[in-house]
Nanobody
Framework: QVQLVESGGGLVQPGGSLRLSCAAS????????MGWYRQAPGKQREFVAR??????NYADSVKGRFTISRDNAKNTVYLQMNSLKPEDTAVYYC??????????????WGQGTQVTVSS
């Protein structure tokens, strides 16, 4: 199905910023949602942010600090991460799918990109 290529991860100091990118290839026309999840060692993968054809939503832990956006012409989703904290350290994964009413159907995952927040 859809292939997702991520970039932008790396090492950043607390309080700093990073911008993650995720470009979709071979995307079917019916994909209307892309988002970000993250997973730290020993932890469950958790929702971070999502953008759909009707709006955006965020996890409480990142509200006011992270912003998700989309460039439809480039078929790319971005995650602008500001005021980063050590607790944000994780592998960040991009996903794509379709939201139908209250049900979400995931089409694929990216490979993940490491974000490390440390002084």
């Amino acid at each position: 199905q859809v292939q997702l290529v991520e970039s932008g991860g790396g090492l950043v100091q607390p309080g700093g910023s990073l911008r993650l990118s995720c470009a979709a290839s071979r995307s079917p026309f019916n994909i209307n949602a892309m988002g970000w999840y993250r997973q730290a060692p020993g932890k469950q993968r958790e929702f971070v942010a999502r953008i759909t054809n009707v709006g955006t939503n965020y996890a409480d832990s990142v509200k006011g600090r992270f912003t998700i956006s989309r460039d439809n012409a480039k078929n790319t989703v971005y995650l602008q991460m500001n005021s980063l904290k050590p607790e944000d350290t994780a592998v960040y994964y991009c996903d794509a799918g379709r939201l139908l009413g209250s049900e979400y159907y995931r089409n694929g995952w990216g490979q993940g990109t490491q974000v490390t927040v440390s002084s």
